[in-house]
Structures are given as structure tokens and as C-alpha cells.
């Protein structure tokens, strides 16, 4: 749920901003482990239908994202001012809506906002994970170190999503080319050569008869079924956009076969990877594993990190929640977690798990990689030498009959 809050910091200042939470109680908990006095808290009113439509058209790429934040990085690392550096990049950013954000931001720094409570009044820009990123930065002084990390956490996110999507472009032309020759096939082939068949009444075999008889719905019946397929995706885009919809949709993926292991150990990778680092941040517990569950972008793991965190404020231990979800974080997972809360190196230990899953995760899509092609291909030939079959037999058949 996402809620609009007011509240006073340490420094008696105002802060207006929203917050996502499981509920209003763990909204306040949250608010006031970072160290806010809650004024006012209410749910915020729901967005219109069209409000992810709009920010599909108007967002910030991860690659203008990671440019920005490399930069920032260098130019504090020179001693620059924060908000004569932001001022800076923001004349040298290409994307428009980055530009005025970069311009807002360091206005706000001037009149004597925080660089995290600034970056706080974008969340369609910067999410939770970056702001407090900042935000625990802020309190050690180590703001340099805190950018070139980002910077490195998403060069490496968008390097996965590149290589994940480059393994997926040649089979969807090849199934996208494949499903325009069948149509071509069924409603242009098909139709002249069933009139021969008629006339010289050539028995059909049972595929050919499937083929003829999509031919003919699509003919009669094309652009009704189009509408149709039109309203039907209109509205499961609508409820995919809600949270049930999405924590369905999420489910969903992680149920398909092979891909769902793959699916999965990238979730853990990115959750131990944020948790490690915000807890070695300074950032507590429960809001840090909060923070995490976002981080993994599905919401079935965050919403189980919210149940974590409420475990973890009710005084029970990471590991021990972590063990009620062996569909979701492997055992090895609940152990080394464990290791790290009885050593007291809990960040260092998240930091293994992150690594080791990382590893595992790339050389899995790997081998993903380099089968899907051939099985797509396989699978495709088959289809297309079933319909050339069906085709070419009830020609064969009328050649004999001749």
C-alpha cells in the first residue's frame, strides 16, 4: 500500500513525501527508524488507469540512470559541490524529464534540503533503494563511495536485463515470422486450394481441415476476434497494473519451467546484495529488508520480505523467517544467514550469497542462451513441416486420383 506522509527530522525540518508499506502500523515503524517524527500519515488516493501508460512515455532509462549517477560519482570524488555537480550534469543530460529532476534537486540542496530528501520527491526517478542509499551515505559522510556503488549495482542490473533480452529477441521474430506464414498460409493459400479440393472431392486429411477451418474464422471473423484480443490484453493490462494483478502475474513467472529457477536465483542475488549493503549502511533491520524485497522488482518476494521484516520487529531472527520460504530462498540461504547473525557478520555473509547466486545465475543463462535457439527452431520446423504437410498430401492424394 502506498501512503502520503508528513514528518519533522532530527533537524526540525518538514519533510512531504510517500512511502510503500504492508500497512499503516508498519508504515510509522518505518518512518521512525529513519529517524522521522510522523505528523500526518493517509493513504494515497489510487492513480488513474492511464498513470503507467504515462510513465512508460515519459520515464528516465536505467542507461540515462546509471550515466547520471557514474558522473556524480567522479565529480564529488573531485571535492565539486553537490548541488553545483547535479546543476552541471543536468545541462549536460540528454533526456528532458532527467533534466528538470537534476534542476529541482539541486534547487531543493540550495534551500537547504538534503541530497536524500530531494531525490525523495521523485519516485517515478529514484526508488527507495537509491534514496536511502543516499540517505545512510549522508550519516557516515561517505556520499562518494555510496554513488560509485549505484552506479556499479545498476550497470550491473541493466547488464543482465541486456543479456536476458538479447537471449529472447531472436525467438520472438522467428515465432512472430512463423505466425504471419501461417496466417498468409491459412487465408490466402488455403482458401484457393480448397476449391479445387471441393470440386474433385479429394478426401482432406485431419490437419488440413484444422488449417481450412482457422482459414475461414479469420476471414469471417478477423476483426471481430481482434477487438476482442484487443479488450481482452486492455484489460488484463489494467489488473496486471493493480497489486494483486501484479503479485499474480509474478507468481505466474515463477511457475515456468526452467525459466522459474533462473527467475528465482536472480531474486535472491538481488535481495542478499541490497540487504548487505543497506544494513552495512547503517539502515535497520526490518526497513532495510523492506527496502530489499523492492529491490528483487517481484512481488512476491517482496511481499514476503515484508513479512521478514514484521517477524524481525516482532523479535525473531532473518534466518528463521527466511526457513518458512524453501520455495522461494533455498536452505543454503536460511544456513549462511544464520552464520551471519551468530558471528555478527550478517552483511559480509549476505555479500557471499549474493556473489555465489551470481555466479550460478550467469552461467545458468548461459546455457539457457545457447539452447533456447536450437529448441525454438526444432520446434518450429515441426509446426512449419506440418503445415506444408497439409498442404502437399491432399495435393498428392488428388495426383493419384487423377
Given at each position: 500500500?502506498?501512503f502520503?506522509?508528513?514528518?519533522?527530522?532530527?533537524?526540525?525540518?518538514?519533510?512531504?513525501?510517500y512511502?510503500?508499506?504492508?500497512?499503516k502500523e508498519?508504515?510509522?515503524?518505518?518512518?521512525?527508524?529513519?529517524?522521522?517524527?510522523?505528523?500526518?500519515?493517509?493513504?494515497?488516493?489510487?492513480?488513474?488507469?492511464?498513470?503507467s501508460?504515462?510513465?512508460?512515455?515519459?520515464?528516465?532509462?536505467?542507461?540515462?540512470?546509471?550515466?547520471?549517477?557514474?558522473?556524480?560519482?567522479?565529480?564529488?570524488?573531485a571535492?565539486?559541490?553537490?548541488?553545483?555537480?547535479?546543476?552541471?550534469?543536468?545541462?549536460?543530460?540528454?533526456?528532458?524529464?532527467?533534466?528538470?529532476?537534476?534542476?529541482?534537486?539541486?534547487?531543493e540542496?540550495?534551500?537547504?534540503?538534503?541530497?536524500?530528501?530531494?531525490?525523495?520527491?521523485h519516485?517515478?526517478?529514484?526508488?527507495?533503494?537509491?534514496?536511502n542509499?543516499?540517505?545512510?551515505?549522508?550519516?557516515?559522510?561517505?556520499?562518494?563511495?555510496?554513488?560509485?556503488?549505484?552506479?556499479?549495482y545498476?550497470?550491473?542490473?541493466?547488464?543482465?536485463?541486456k543479456?536476458?533480452l538479447?537471449?529472447?529477441?531472436?525467438?520472438?521474430?522467428?515465432?512472430?515470422?512463423?505466425?504471419?506464414?501461417?496466417?498468409?498460409?491459412?487465408?490466402?493459400?488455403?482458401?484457393?486450394?480448397?476449391?479445387?479440393?471441393?470440386e474433385?472431392?479429394?478426401?482432406?486429411?485431419?490437419?488440413?481441415?484444422?488449417?481450412?477451418?482457422?482459414?475461414?474464422?479469420?476471414?469471417?471473423?478477423?476483426?471481430?476476434?481482434?477487438?476482442?484480443?484487443?479488450?481482452?490484453?486492455?484489460?488484463?493490462?489494467?489488473?496486471?497494473?493493480?497489486?494483486?494483478?501484479?503479485?499474480?502475474l509474478?507468481?505466474?513467472?515463477?511457475?515456468?519451467?526452467?525459466?522459474?529457477?533462473?527467475l528465482?536465483?536472480?531474486?535472491?542475488?538481488?535481495?542478499?546484495?541490497?540487504?548487505?549493503?543497506?544494513?552495512?549502511?547503517?539502515?535497520?533491520?526490518?526497513?532495510?529488508?523492506?527496502?530489499?524485497?523492492?529491490?528483487?522488482?517481484?512481488?512476491?518476494?517482496?511481499?514476503?520480505?515484508?513479512?521478514?521484516?514484521?517477524?524481525?520487529?516482532?523479535?525473531?531472527n532473518?534466518?528463521?523467517?527466511?526457513?518458512?520460504?524453501?520455495?522461494y530462498?533455498?536452505?543454503?540461504?536460511?544456513?549462511?544467514?544464520?552464520?551471519?547473525?551468530?558471528?555478527?557478520?550478517?552483511d559480509?555473509l549476505?555479500?557471499?550469497?549474493?556473489?555465489?547466486?551470481?555466479?550460478?545465475?550467469?552461467?545458468?543463462?548461459?546455457?539457457?542462451?545457447e539452447?533456447?535457439?536450437?529448441?525454438?527452431?526444432?520446434?518450429?520446423?515441426?509446426?512449419?513441416?506440418?503445415?506444408?504437410?497439409?498442404?502437399?498430401?491432399?495435393?498428392?492424394?488428388?495426383?493419384q486420383?487423377?
Amino acid at each position: 500500500m502506498l501512503f502520503k506522509y508528513s514528518a519533522k527530522n532530527p533537524e526540525g525540518k518538514l519533510e512531504v513525501g510517500y512511502i510503500e508499506s504492508a500497512n499503516k502500523e508498519a508504515a510509522i515503524s518505518r518512518l521512525q527508524t529513519l529517524g522521522l517524527y510522523v505528523l500526518s500519515l493517509e493513504e494515497a488516493g489510487k492513480k488513474p488507469w492511464y498513470h503507467s501508460l504515462v510513465l512508460f512515455f515519459n520515464r528516465v532509462k536505467e542507461k540515462d540512470k546509471v550515466i547520471f549517477t557514474r558522473q556524480l560519482s567522479t565529480l564529488l570524488s573531485a571535492h565539486i559541490a553537490i548541488d553545483r555537480a547535479i546543476n552541471s550534469l543536468a545541462n549536460q543530460t540528454e533526456n528532458p524529464i532527467l533534466r528538470n529532476a537534476l534542476k529541482e534537486i539541486s534547487s531543493e540542496i540550495r534551500e537547504g534540503f538534503s541530497f536524500s530528501q530531494a531525490l525523495s520527491h521523485h519516485p517515478d526517478i529514484f526508488d527507495d533503494f537509491y534514496v536511502n542509499m543516499i540517505r545512510s551515505a549522508e550519516i557516515s559522510g561517505r556520499i562518494e563511495e555510496a554513488t560509485e556503488y549505484l552506479a556499479d549495482y545498476l550497470e550491473r542490473q541493466q547488464s543482465l536485463k541486456k543479456r536476458i533480452l538479447s537471449s529472447l529477441i531472436y525467438p520472438i521474430f522467428v515465432i512472430i515470422l512463423f505466425f504471419i506464414v501461417v496466417i498468409i498460409a491459412t487465408v490466402v493459400i488455403m482458401p484457393q486450394l480448397n476449391q479445387i479440393f471441393e470440386e474433385t472431392k479429394v478426401p482432406l486429411p485431419l490437419m488440413t481441415r484444422i488449417f481450412l477451418g482457422l482459414g475461414n474464422l479469420i476471414i469471417h471473423w478477423g476483426w471481430s476476434i481482434l477487438i476482442l484480443l484487443i479488450i481482452l490484453a486492455f484489460l488484463l493490462w489494467r489488473y496486471f497494473q493493480t497489486e494483486e494483478g501484479k503479485t499474480v502475474l509474478d507468481e505466474l513467472k515463477l511457475k515456468i519451467p526452467i525459466i522459474s529457477r533462473l527467475l528465482k536465483k536472480i531474486y535472491v542475488t538481488r535481495f542478499a546484495e541490497a540487504s548487505s549493503v543497506l544494513i552495512k549502511g547503517g539502515i535497520a533491520m526490518p526497513t532495510a529488508l523492506e527496502m530489499a524485497g523492492k529491490v528483487t522488482a517481484n512481488y512476491v518476494y517482496r511481499n514476503i520480505a515484508f513479512e521478514i521484516a514484521e517477524g524481525v520487529r516482532r523479535g525473531s531472527n532473518i534466518s528463521t523467517n527466511l526457513g518458512k520460504y524453501p520455495d522461494y530462498f533455498p536452505p543454503l540461504v536460511a544456513e549462511m544467514v544464520a552464520v551471519g547473525e551468530a558471528s555478527g557478520n550478517l552483511d559480509s555473509l549476505l555479500r557471499k550469497i549474493a556473489d555465489f547466486y551470481k555466479e550460478e545465475t550467469e552461467m545458468n543463462l548461459g546455457i539457457i542462451s545457447e539452447l533456447i535457439q536450437p529448441v525454438v527452431i526444432v520446434i518450429l520446423a515441426v509446426s512449419i513441416g506440418l503445415l506444408v504437410a497439409s498442404i502437399l498430401f491432399p495435393i498428392y492424394n488428388l495426383i493419384q486420383s487423377i
